[in-house]
C-alpha cells in the first residue's frame, strides 16, 4: 500500500513544523541560501559586510575623539617638520645679541633666547630633529625587535633562549647611564648616533611583545590547518603569522615613539645627546634652564612643544590599543 505523501511546509510561514525528509528541513536550507544570495535585509542586524581586525578598528579610531585629535596635532607637527618655513620664515641661527632675553616683540611672540636668537624660529625649526630622532628610532627599534622576537617566537629552541638572554643584558642598562656611557664617546652630535643608540636599547621590549605575540597566534586552528595542508615555514610566518601578530608591535611602537622623542630631549638636556649647530629642543631646553628667574619665556615655549608632542603620541597610542584589543571592546 502506497504510503501518503509527507506534508510540505512553507518556509516563510513562521507557524510551519519542520518534518523529516525533503518537505521541512529542505526547503528551509534552500530558502536561507536565497536568502544570503539576495543579502542582508535593509536595516537589519546583520547588514554590511563583515569587517576585518584592521577595518573595524578604523571604524572605531574615526569616532574616537582622541584619536582625532591627536593625529591632527601630530599632523601638523609633521607639518612644520618637514616644511618649517610655511609658518616661520627666519634663520633659527641668525642672533642678535643686542636683543638678547628680551620678550615678545611684533613678528617675534616668543620672544629671544641668551644669544639673542628668535624662540619662536627656533621651537618651529626643533621639531624637525626631534621628530626626525623619534620615527627613526621606533622605526628602526620596531624592524629589529618585531623580526628577531617573531623568529624566536615561531622557531623556539635555542634561538629563543639566546634571544631571551641577550634581551635581558639590555633591559640591564640604565638608559640615562648607557646613554652618557656610548653617547660620549661619539662626537658630532648628529640625529643618527641618538637615534643608534635608542635602537640599540629600544628593540628588546618590542622583541618580547612580538614573540608572545607570535607564540599566540602559531597555536591557532588556521595555523594549524595550513601546516596540515603542506605550507612551510615562511608562509606560515609571512602569510598567517605576522599579519594577526602585528597588532601588539604597532601599539607600542605608537606609544615608543613619544617617549623616544622626550628621551632624545632628556639626553640633549645633558649634554650627551644632539649638539650645537643642530637646533633641538632639548638643547634650548638645556640652555634656558639657567635663565629661568630672568627669561622664563626660553624655558616656557619649547618645553610647551616637546610636551605637547609627547602627549599627542601616547595619545595616539592609547587610541590605536583600545581599537586593536579585542578584550576592550
Not at 629671544?112 to 624662540?119: E, L, N, P, S, T
Not at 624660529?121 to 628602526?140: D, E, F, K, M
Not at 645627546?273 to 640652555?287: C, E, Q, Y
Request: glycine fraction near 12%.
Amino acid at each position: 500500500m502506497p504510503e501518503p505523501p509527507l506534508p510540505q511546509t512553507d518556509p516563510s510561514d513562521p507557524n510551519a513544523t519542520i518534518t523529516p525528509g525533503g518537505g521541512g528541513a529542505m526547503s528551509l536550507a534552500t530558502s536561507d541560501a536565497e536568502t544570503l544570495e539576495r543579502g542582508p535585509i535593509p536595516g537589519g542586524a546583520e547588514s554590511g559586510k563583515a569587517r576585518s581586525l584592521w577595518s573595524d578598528a578604523w571604524h572605531d579610531l574615526r569616532r574616537n575623539p582622541v584619536f582625532v585629535l591627536s593625529a591632527l596635532v601630530i599632523a601638523f607637527l609633521v607639518l612644520i617638520a618637514l616644511r618649517p618655513s610655511l609658518i616661520a620664515s627666519g634663520n633659527p641661527l641668525s642672533c642678535n645679541l643686542a636683543k638678547a632675553q628680551q620678550g615678545s616683540q611684533p613678528g617675534h611672540p616668543f620672544g629671544y633666547d641668551a644669544q639673542g636668537c628668535d624662540v619662536y624660529t627656533r621651537t618651529v625649526y626643533g621639531a624637525r630633529a626631534s621628530i626626525a630622532v623619534g620615527v627613526c628610532a621606533t622605526a628602526g627599534a620596531a624592524l629589529l625587535g618585531g623580526v628577531l622576537g617573531g623568529l624566536a617566537g615561531f622557531y623556539g629552541g635555542w634561538w629563543d633562549g639566546l634571544l631571551s638572554r641577550l634581551a635581558d643584558v639590555f633591559f640591564g642598562i640604565p638608559i640615562i647611564l648607557g646613554g652618557l656611557v656610548f653617547l660620549s664617546v661619539v662626537t658630532g652630535g648628529s640625529v643618527w648616533p641618538v637615534v643608534g643608540f635608542i635602537v640599540l636599547l629600544g628593540w628588546p621590549q618590542i622583541s618580547r611583545i612580538a614573540r608572545g605575540s607570535v607564540v599566540g597566534a602559531k597555536q591557532h586552528d588556521y595555523v594549524q590547518a595550513a601546516r596540515a595542508l603542506g605550507a612551510g615555514n615562511r608562509r606560515l610566518l609571512l602569510r598567517h603569522i605576522a599579519p594577526n601578530a602585528v597588532a601588539p608591535v604597532i601599539v607600542v611602537a605608537t606609544i615608543a615613539l613619544g617617549t623616544y622623542i622626550a628621551l632624545e630631549a632628556t639626553l640633549s638636556f645633558i649634554g650627551v645627546g644632539l649638539k650645537p649647530p643642530t637646533v633641538s629642543w632639548g638643547i634650548d631646553i638645556s640652555n634656558a634652564s639657567s635663565q629661568i628667574r630672568n627669561a622664563p619665556h626660553m624655558l616656557l615655549w619649547p618645553a610647551g612643544a616637546l610636551s605637547v608632542t609627547v602627549l599627542a603620541f601616547i595619545m595616539l597610542g592609547d587610541a590605536v590599543r583600545d581599537a586593536l584589543d579585542p578584550k576592550l571592546r
